[in-house]
């Protein structure tokens, strides 16, 4: 059996954050589940280089805003492994918009979003708390954002999905013990192509100078950095639930409440 033995499950994990934690929980001795809506490639290329690290995968596509996937994920994760000892909630979308542009937004949009972005991970905690339960002692983390403390981000829409993500994690932490712990993670800008793609080359490069200059730390986050903090809320942090950590390099503390510099 691989290092550890234990299991992991990462939604969203074709790239980016979830593509890094999924490669660390690898190196730490965990097997992984892979986890992807659309990019079957790029899923596929990361379970290949967890593999390398000597992990087993389980390659998993599943819309995490149907709940009949989240179970069937659970499910063919217990098939395979026979437990669940830490979930990553990872998977997440957007619709980039400005934040004045009121008619930018619909409903519709509105509800994609927040059924990927807070009823998605909803559904997999549901899916995976009675299997780390029964073996006693399991960890989640939830990916949220700065956008959830501050109003900020990629559409109005969006950063109210990560405030109600972030609420979630403390309405959940209290109930989940003493046998689960929750927790979230908050990063600002994070390099990579989503965001570039999202905000065109030109503004996102603007962008990182900016916080870059900005922030106490002179630096943004990248998806292995916010991936070692994941991390460190799944292998250590015994006492630790209900949190919300920063990981901005310092930056919102350049901002006033008006969310300007």
């Given at each position: 059996m691989h290092g550890s033995g234990k299991v992991a499950i990462v939604t969203g994990s074709s790239r980016g954050v979830g593509a890094a934690t999924a490669r660390m929980l690898a190196e730490k001795g965990y097997n992984v589940v892979i986890n992807y809506s659309k990019s079957a490639k790029e899923a596929e290329e990361v379970a290949e280089s967890c593999r390398v690290l000597g992990a087993e995968t389980l390659l998993c596509r599943a819309n995490v805003a149907a709940d009949e996937d989240c179970r069937r994920m659970a499910a063919e994760t217990?098939?395979?492994w026979g437990r669940i000892d830490a979930l990553v909630n990872n998977a997440g979308t957007s619709k980039f918009c400005d934040h004045d542009d009121l008619e930018g937004l619909t409903g519709e949009d509105f509800l994609h979003i927040y059924e990927v972005?807070?009823?998605g991970p909803y559904?997999?905690?549901r899916a995976v708390v009675p299997?780390?339960?029964e073996i006693g002692n399991g960890a989640i983390v939830n990916v949220a954002s700065i956008s959830g403390l501050t109003g900020v981000g990629s559409s109005v829409a969006y950063a109210a999905s990560k405030g109600a993500l972030i609420t979630m994690t403390l309405s959940l932490a209290r109930v989940l013990?003493?046998?689960i712990r929750m927790n979230a993670v908050c990063p600002g800008l994070i390099q990579g192509d989503w965001l570039r793609e999202g905000m065109?080359?030109?503004k996102y490069e603007a962008a990182v100078r900016y916080w870059e200059k900005k922030s106490p730390l002179r630096m943004t986050?990248?998806?292995e950095t916010v991936a070692e903090t994941i991390l460190y809320f799944i292998t250590g942090a015994p006492l630790i639930t209900g949190e919300t950590l920063i990981l901005d390099g310092g930056g919102h503390l350049a901002m006033t409440p008006m969310g300007r510099t």
């Open positions: 217990i098939d395979k972005n807070v009823v559904q997999m905690v299997h780390m339960k013990g003493p046998e065109g080359t030109e986050a990248t998806p």
